[in-house]
């Protein structure tokens, strides 16, 4: 029964690799039959010795024709009954293949089927790769374009950081250009001024040199003074 136990899980999962797995116990089972078969024999053959030794016997020659007909007789059904186990083992064998015939035929049915839909998958797997590789470039570029716009707005600060000190220094020049010529208006102002003041002076000592020279004049001559004003000839 153990044989059968093993011999019926073999059937049940057999395919493909368990057919060599299948054929090593059916000659396992075979040949532990056999050897059972010929031990049961040499077990009746030695059991008949055994009693004819009891009974004070030779077993040599007590060992008659029917006790050979009766072990042949034995070894003919134990055979007959090896023949039809190994007949049922020949068709669950069949049935097996047979099972294993049609599911090889499924599973390449299953794969026709599918050969299509897998080819498509690696197209879509190559294409995604290629646009994963576009993106990386695209990022690897956009990396390089924003580097570049922070150089050029760094540029851009300095040159308007000259630009702002450069019009800051213009206007400065301008404002001293101006004060300069505030400066300059200023003494050509305070010039005139001394000179109004030089001719007022001048004008001045002449007056009173004029009076005094009058006073001088005899009595009774009437002289007409004309007196001037010290602003005379002042713009």
Request: a negative charge; one cysteine or more.
């Amino acid at each position: 029964m153990t044989e059968l136990a093993i011999l019926g899980i073999a059937l049940l999962s057999c395919h493909k690799g368990g057919k060599a797995v299948l054929a090593v116990l059916i000659a396992s089972c075979a040949a532990k039959r056999s050897g059972r078969l010929w031990r049961t024999v040499g077990s009746q053959t030695d059991h008949g010795f055994r009693d004819r030794a009891d009974e004070g016997e030779d077993p040599e020659e007590s060992f008659d024709g029917g006790d050979k007909n009766r072990a042949v007789q034995g070894l003919v059904l134990e055979a007959l009954g090896l023949r039809q186990q190994l007949e049922v083992i020949r068709a669950q064998l069949g049935n097996c293949r047979l099972q294993i015939d049609t599911m090889d035929g499924v599973i390449a049915d299953w794969h026709r089927d599918k050969e299509p839909v897998i080819a498509e998958v690696k197209q879509k797997a190559g294409e995604v790769e290629n646009m994963k590789g576009l993106l990386e470039g695209k990022a690897r570029d956009l990396e390089a374009a924003d580097q570049k716009v922070d150089m050029v707005a760094g540029e851009g600060k300095g040159w308007e950081e000259k630009i702002r000190n450069s019009k800051a220094e213009q206007e400065l020049a301008q404002l001293e250009a101006a004060v300069e010529e505030k400066q300059d208006r200023e003494q050509q102002l305070l010039k005139e001024l001394d000179r109004v003041k030089k001719e007022a002076a001048d004008r001045l000592s002449q007056v009173r040199e004029e009076e005094l020279s009058h006073n001088k004049t005899p009595s009774g001559t009437q002289t007409s003074v004309v007196f001037y004003s010290c602003g005379h000839g002042m713009r």
